[in-house]
């Protein structure tokens, strides 16, 4: 599946002018090793105007890019939340239908600088909060340290998630850990179904054709530009012009009508994940919440 996303297929060449912060060419193809190896030289540079958005808050994995997040609720004291793709979760992605709580973790991230030319530290999960492909494509950690404690250590605060739908025809960013870059456009549209191999995802953002992420930006949060705050999560993009199949999703309208855009990437909204975030940052998946569920707490409602 969304090889694009785990920087496995081969990459596009970085598009100029929608491209606003690059660290410069592109690599070859190959494994996620090779791909890091192969990356561009992490020096940032920055085209026309000065950027409105930043690296604050963003993560790279070694094979996706992340956010460090909090929600509406989070206080300091609340342990931090990583977000990045479902298809990016190290145990592999999760099968259609699946979902994955409170499962250990020891992966780590790394925090970058405002100017994305530097890292300023190591961050460590404990475990995997939520995970899922199903309806949406995230995965959520819980560090082992508190917003109040990076912050202190590394001078960083989290990137804040908005609990409201994004607007169609808003100015984002999607900002890339992995590559150090930053991709500006517009939202084009919400889609009322994306399906890619053997999962859907529901009410994703179609992004406007300058927006060109390629492999290795899976994950990558989606900023509003007005507000600053997330809105989305990268994840997608149809390469190849087939229908449906890995790495070539399509639109499925309300009718069941098909329709396919080559070359056109997408995003999954995040505002469900931010109003299903309690106290102490836990998902909570009750009645009220509308993200999907595990199999034995839906059968239990």
């Not at 020096?43 to 000065?50: C, I, M, V």
Request: net charge positive.
């Amino acid at each position: 599946m969304p090889r694009r996303r785990l920087v496995g297929a081969a990459l596009a060449v970085l598009a100029g002018g929608t491209l606003l912060t690059a660290t410069g060419g592109a690599a070859q193809a190959g494994t996620a090793a090779a791909d890091a190896a192969a990356a561009p030289a992490a020096t940032a540079r920055t085209a026309g105007k000065p950027k409105e958005v930043d690296f604050t808050s963003i993560v790279a994995l070694s094979n996706c890019s992340g956010s460090l997040v909090r929600g509406p609720r989070s206080r300091d004291t609340d342990k931090a939340l990583v977000m990045t793709n479902g298809h990016c979760l190290e145990s592999g992605m999760p099968k259609a239908g699946q979902v994955i709580v409170d499962q250990p973790s020891s992966r780590t991230f790394k925090l970058l600088g405002p100017s994305g030319e530097n890292e300023l530290g190591t961050l460590k999960a404990t475990k995997v909060e939520y995970a899922t492909m199903t309806d949406t494509d995230v995965t959520l950690y819980r560090l082992d340290s508190t917003y109040a404690q990076i912050q202190k250590k590394y001078g960083s605060p989290a990137l804040r998630l908005s609990a409201a739908k994004p607007r169609v025809g808003s100015e984002i960013r999607i900002v890339s850990g992995y590559w150090k870059a930053i991709y500006g456009c517009k939202t084009a549209a919400e889609v009322y179904r994306i399906r890619e191999g053997e999962w859907t995802w529901k009410n994703s953002i179609r992004y406007a054709p300058e927006c060109q992420t390629i492999h290795g930006t899976s994950g990558s949060p989606i900023i509003d530009v007005r507000t600053r705050q997330m809105v989305g999560i990268n994840n997608t993009g149809n390469d190849d012009g087939e229908r449906c199949t890995l790495n070539n999703p399509c639109e499925v309208d309300r009718e069941g009508n098909v329709t396919v855009r080559q070359g056109i990437h997408y995003g999954q909204q995040t505002y469900l994940l931010a109003r299903c975030l309690g106290r102490g940052n836990e998902v909570v998946l009750d009645r009220h919440c509308a993200l999907p569920k595990p199999a034995k707490a839906a059968a239990g409602r």
